[in-house]
């Protein structure tokens, strides 16, 4: 079998986005974990050429599995500079050490260096410029802050 013909694939930047989070909802441990809801409160997004605004009413479901591993989905809407919107389902997963696992869950402030924090996002739009969006995948990397997130995503090229 030769598979020399399939492209490699490439990273190309789509996006930096900041994801203001309200305060948790703690939903309690569950047979599976600790489940927990962060309400998105807005934000902003950047790209090139291009600015969007992230809107207020999504949220970051989240399961923390154990002692050093958290697993992400986020459901939130992007609107352009345009007035075009983006729906955004961002699924992720988080591991660090587990004290500082603890610190994040605690809403600390924590060294990015100390955590593995990788997303696909998944984005739709019925927009007629951005048909692309809906044919590509997606990869990103993220730092939780205390009141925000913030992700870089790029398009799989």
């Known amino acids: 079998m030769d598979l020399t013909d399939a492209p490699v694939p490439q990273l190309a930047f ?3 986005l900041a994801v203001l989070v309200g305060a948790p909802v703690e939903v309690g441990r569950t047979p599976r974990g600790l489940r927990r ?26 399961l923390v ?6 697993e992400l989905q986020a459901h939130y809407v992007l609107e352009t500079d345009g007035g075009d919107r983006i729906y955004v389902h961002n699924r992720a997963i988080r591991h660090a050490a587990a004290e500082v696992t603890a610190r994040l869950v605690r809403g600390e402030a924590v060294d990015p260096a100390l955590v593995y ?19 590509r995948l997606f990869v990103g990397s993220g730092v939780r802050r205390p009141h925000q997130v913030e992700m870089r995503f790029f398009q799989l090229a």
């Open 117 to 135: 924090f990788r997303c696909l996002p998944s984005l739709e739009t019925g927009a007629p410029s951005l048909q692309w969006v809906n044919e």
């Open 65 to 70: 599995v154990g002692d050093t591993l958290a």
């Open 14 to 16: 789509f996006a930096e």
């Open 37 to 62: 809801m962060i309400p998105i409160t807005g934000g902003q997004a950047r790209g090139d050429g291009w600015t969007a605004r992230v809107l207020p009413g999504g949220a970051d479901w989240q």
